[in-house]
């Protein structure tokens, strides 16, 4: 079965360090998105791609980037983590116009 | 698991009951509208969807109204059950960009 899968899915770091999450998918999907899920604030998107090749900022991108090189997985890369970048990241994918299927979640600590 | 929000707009329904959660979106020119469910600690989970061009949608157990003229959005679940307790989020697309996504309402289920 299709499937959208994040790793690790729990992550401590400290601050300063660079950190890389990744998400996989199956779907042959060629939208895939990031979002952080923080207490009081909802889902907020980071950074977003519409195929390989293809990143865009979301509301919440600075200290962060993504690349897409190929269909299947989009990074997020925490350039310095920072302790307000503690959160539970999830990764979700979709087609054009359609159902966005989202990850387990990675639960990151930056001490 | 980590609670996604402390405050919630909250509904508490005895088990049996039918329950009803609203939404109002934002945009006119959406057209397409997803309800998710996310429980504790995992990731949103597609519940159902609806298009601009219907006013209501039936799945198992899960019915979703579309109200255009007041830009509203509601999901119904029959017979709610003690897994059913989640936080529930409506979703937009407004178009060729990600979708929007409310703050969620979290499902409280008495036995």
């Known amino acids: 079965d299709a499937e959208i899968t994040q790793s690790p899915r729990h992550k401590i770091t400290e601050t300063g360090r660079q950190v890389t999450l990744a998400c996989h998918q199956t779907?042959?999907?060629?939208?895939m998105f990031w979002y952080r899920q923080d207490l009081g604030h909802g889902l907020r998107l980071i950074h977003y791609?519409?195929?390989?090749?293809?990143?865009n900022k979301g509301e919440v991108s600075d200290g962060y980037s993504v690349s897409r090189s190929n269909t299947e997985d989009l990074p997020l890369t925490l350039e310095s983590a920072a302790s307000s970048q503690t959160s539970v990241y999830f990764c979700?994918?979709?087609?054009?116009?359609?159902?966005?299927?989202f990850g387990p979640g990675t639960r990151l600590l930056v001490l | 698991g980590e609670s996604v929000g402390l405050h919630l707009p909250t509904l508490s329904v005895q088990e049996g009951d039918n329950s009803i959660i609203n939404c109002a979106y934002s945009n006119s020119a959406s057209d397409y509208f997803i309800w998710y469910k996310q429980e504790s600690g995992k990731g949103p989970q597609f519940i159902i969807d609806i298009r601009s061009n219907m006013d209501k949608r039936q799945g198992q157990r899960v019915t979703v109204l579309l109200n255009k003229t007041v830009k509203h959005l509601s999901l119904q679940i029959a017979a709610t059950q003690p897994g059913d307790s989640a936080v529930y989020f409506c979703a937009e697309n407004p178009g060729n960009t990600p979708l929007v996504f409310g703050k969620g309402t979290r499902l409280s289920v008495i036995a």
């Open positions: 779907w042959n999907h060629n939208n």
């Open positions: 979700a994918s979709s087609g054009w116009g359609e159902t966005q299927y």
């Open positions: 791609s519409y195929g390989v090749q293809d990143t």
